[in-house]
């Protein structure tokens, strides 16, 4: 069993920054991929990044070049930083991760980008 917890999200004008922090209750090791995804209002859950246990990383086109994922191993915990948000990343953000052949989801946190 994994669970998942997030936090980070907020309320945010465009071109403004947040980072999203998945905190594990498992070795960060034993859990890959691990990574984001979002699901906004009326759409299906989409992958945002991910990151695999050797460090490679995959994201979304509509993403690429303003948004990066990375790890404190020590921590156990995955970050998402998201720089020159735009009103189309509102939605709920969830971590995922695999463990053991199992997905495992966190709850979501909220990420509004509004002015």
């Known amino acids: 069993q994994v669970r998942l917890v997030e936090s980070g999200g907020g309320l945010v004008q465009p071109g403004g920054s947040l980072r999203l922090s998945c905190a594990t209750s498992r070795s960060i090791f034993s859990i890959s991929p691990m990574g984001w995804y979002r699901q906004a209002p009326g759409k299906k859950r989409e992958l945002v990044a991910t990151?695999?246990?050797?460090?490679?990383?995959n994201y979304a086109e509509s993403v690429k070049g303003r948004f990066t994922v990375s790890r404190d191993n020590a921590k156990n915990t995955v970050y998402l930083q998201m720089n020159s948000l735009k009103p189309d990343d509102k939605a709920i953000y969830y971590c995922?991760?695999?463990?053991?052949?199992?997905?495992?989801w966190g709850q979501g946190t909220q990420v509004t980008v509004s002015s």
């Open positions: 990151m695999t246990r050797g460090g490679i990383v």
């Open positions: 995922n991760g695999r463990h053991r052949e199992s997905d495992y």
